[in-house]
T-cell receptor, first 113, second 112 residues
């Protein structure tokens, strides 16, 4: 079965640079979520989109922005990167509805030097 | 107090034993509950979900939910060394957006 696709899988950036992470949800899934997981921590919700509209926002810095496109893929744009942004970034997708299961992509490991 | 709490462990069980993982949550209006397994450096993998009070079984896994006690658990029967991982409890709060709040995870070690 098709899974969530994320690219790139690894990314190394310098401080103050920008990064763009991409997510392609499972076909027919209309909702995308972004999570950040720091070393030894649990995943933290950043932002979600349903039918190309932002549906919820969590602890996402103002330096970050995201959107969902007409083909349902999503991009997380990160600017003015800081050392503390180094983490695993996961995208998950689901069908809409509060009880629908979220399936996670393999993640993008971002390292900020 | 965190919204979702788990004992970080490690929980160590011998191969073939039953592993019992527990999770409590603070929001009484929480709607749905998920158990994810995560190997180091990998993404969370959905194991079980439960919405209603009681037990739900899937193979070697049983999820138990008690909304009155705000408690959800995962039982793993016939534990295998390959079950050694971090188990994350995730809760969908009363909002209708689907975002998950995770516990800090319990590390399970299954010893041969």
């Amino acid at each position: 079965a098709a899974g969530v696709i994320q690219s790139p899988r690894h990314l190394i950036k310098e401080k103050r640079e920008t990064a763009t992470l991409k997510c392609y949800p499972i076909p027919r899934h209309d909702t995308v979520y972004w999570y950040q997981q720091g070393p030894g921590q649990d995943p933290q919700f950043l932002i979600s989109f349903y039918e190309k509209m932002q549906s919820d926002k969590g602890s996402i810095p103002d330096r970050f922005s995201a959107q969902q496109f007409s083909d349902y893929h999503s991009e997380l744009n990160m600017s003015s990167l800081e050392l503390g942004d180094s983490a695993l970034y996961f995208c998950a997708s689901s069908l809409s509805g509060i009880n629908n299961e979220q399936f996670f992509g393999p993640g993008t490991r971002l390292t900020v030097l | 107090q965190k919204e979702v709490e788990q004992n970080s462990g490690p929980l160590s069980v011998p191969e073939g034993a039953i592993a019992s993982l527990n999770c409590t949550y603070s929001d009484r209006g929480s709607q749905s509950f998920f158990w994810y397994r995560q190997y180091s450096g990998k993404s969370p993998e959905l194991i079980m979900f439960i919405y209603s009070n009681g037990d739900k079984e899937d193979g070697r896994f049983t999820a138990q939910l008690n909304k009155a006690s705000q408690y959800v658990s995962l039982l793993i029967r016939d534990s295998q060394p390959s079950d050694s991982a971090t188990y994350l409890c995730a809760v969908n709060l009363r909002s209708n957006t689907g975002k998950l709040i995770f516990g800090q995870g319990t590390t399970l070690q299954v010893k041969p």
